[in-house]
């Protein structure tokens, strides 16, 4: 076990009495705490002899930044006015949403803010908000489950093809999926994202990365979904080569598991320490894109973006080696996310808290409840949304208020009205808890036009 190393220890060095000391010490009882004291204090000094040669440095980047250009750690007050933003459906939203959305546009960093029609309040930004940043990213704007996204795959296979086939798609997903903190496939699959470099640069990352193997290829718990159902195409592009018509496809909902909310939860927690802000509002705390740890987090929370994408990759390879077919189609997004784009000429960091990127011919998938349809849409590029359009149909009643408000028999009613059958799936998740997708859709025809409807027919998930 290495010695205790206190703030002396680092003043004797020759460290400038100031929050070098603090960030000093807080990186050794991180990373170096089993190491032996002479060692530890020899890598400090090398750092405080040349602090540029550290900088990016996975345990040391931070100690560098302090003593070349420490961050400015002060409370940031509210602006007293909102910069510009756009509401969509505004008589469909909550008032405490709306609260939050006009509370993160008196940010300081805060360019621009719009609100989608199934939005419903949240922690920081609301769920189906989003708001645009200069030079600054918010952990809480993305939200816990990093990269959520959704999939859509598609066979060239007729919608003729499920009928008597109930037992054999029902045992597919219950035998090919995993859902829940718990639950792995047996037979893992290795996958190139595993072996990205930030695994071994930023040593957050070096820890979640045997979690990361495990959990590839399955499925968070709450919403997340993996089903077969029917996709209507009404006005298919050419380049995929499937005409007008109604097609078996596999529908998946789920982020970046057990990784993406690591780094969620570290990354605010520095921000908050870096950002203070009014208690309401803590919960947007940012971290300048400039800084160490800004970076930092760009690269994780990447990461974890595509690592959600190789979870649902091998989703859908499960189940189309399970059918023995191949699949035609993959539409993709996520709507858990920041990205670079420029707003109003500059250059902004967009993040998507529950919405879908809906730039000028981008697709994505919004979908409705476990009873309602999905949609496959092109976005229209509307800078009033900042090129955004919803992530589904959004909340009518909390997870408590729909558990204390239907009944398994309702529900049982609702699904079979639909003819959909399901795996697993909770009260708090009944398709009367959500807001209705077609009148969502509605909305926003400004945003996006629809290019396909899916109806599901079996639904799995957390049991």
């Not at 980047?61 to 002060?74: C, M, N, Q």
């Not at 380049?239 to 780094?263: D, F, M, N, Q, T």
Request: aromatic share 8%.
């Amino acid at each position: 076990m290495g010695s205790k190393i206190s703030g002396k220890d680092l003043i004797k060095l020759g460290f400038p009495q100031n929050n070098s000391i603090n960030i000093g010490l807080s990186q050794i009882q991180r990373y170096r705490k089993r190491e032996k004291k002479e060692t530890v204090l020899q890598e400090v000094n090398e750092v405080l002899l040349a602090p540029a040669r550290f900088s990016g440095h996975g345990v040391w980047g931070k100690l560098a930044e302090s003593l070349i250009k420490p961050v400015d750690v002060r409370l940031h007050e509210l602006l007293t006015h909102r910069v510009p933003f756009s509401i969509f459906g505004e008589d469909l939203i909550d008032e405490r949403a709306k609260f939050q959305l006009y509370d993160a546009l008196k940010l300081p960093i805060a360019v621009a803010g719009a609100l989608m029609p199934d939005a419903h309040s949240g922690y920081g930004l609301p769920i189906g908000g989003v708001l645009a940043t200069h030079q600054s990213v918010i952990p809480y704007g993305v939200g816990v489950d990093i990269g959520c996204r959704m999939s859509l795959s598609i066979f060239d296979l007729p919608a003729s093809f499920i009928k008597g086939k109930d037992a054999m798609l029902l045992n597919m997903l219950s035998a090919h999926t995993k859902f829940g903190m718990y639950e792995t496939h047996k037979n893992k699959i290795d996958h190139e994202v595993l072996y990205r470099s930030e695994f071994q640069d930023i040593p957050l990352l070096k820890g979640l990365q045997d979690k990361a193997y495990k959990q590839l290829g399955t499925s968070g718990g709450g919403n997340h979904f993996v089903e077969f159902g029917i996709i209507e195409l009404a006005a298919p592009r050419p380049e995929w080569k499937l005409g007008p018509g109604c097609y078996l496809a596999v529908l998946s909902h789920s982020g970046s598991r057990g990784l993406g909310s690591a780094i969620a939860k570290h990354y605010t927690y520095l921000a908050k320490k870096q950002c203070p802000l009014p208690q309401h509002v803590q919960h947007l705390a940012w971290l300048d894109l400039d800084t160490h740890d800004g970076q930092e987090y760009w690269l994780a929370m990447n990461l974890a973006g595509d690592y959600a994408k190789a979870c649902h990759e091998n989703i859908h390879q499960r189940i189309a080696k399970a059918l023995g077919k191949r699949i035609a189609l993959t539409i993709e997004n996520h709507h858990n996310f920041a990205w670079k784009e420029t707003v109003n000429g500059q250059e902004c960091v967009v993040h998507r808290k529950g919405a879908t990127p809906a730039a000028q011919g981008t697709l994505g998938i919004i979908p409705g409840s476990m009873t309602a349809p999905g949609y496959l849409v092109e976005g229209l590029g509307n800078p009033n949304s900042l090129n955004s359009a919803s992530h589904g149909a959004g909340r009518l009643y909390s997870r408590a208020d729909a558990k204390s408000s239907f009944t398994k028999a309702e529900m049982n009613k609702n699904l079979a009205e639909a003819g959909v059958q399901l795996l697993g799936g909770s009260m708090d998740e009944s398709p009367m808890a959500y807001k209705d997708i077609d009148q969502v859709m509605h909305l926003q025809k400004e945003l996006i036009q629809v290019l396909g409807i899916f109806k599901p027919k079996f639904v799995r998930m957390e049991s």
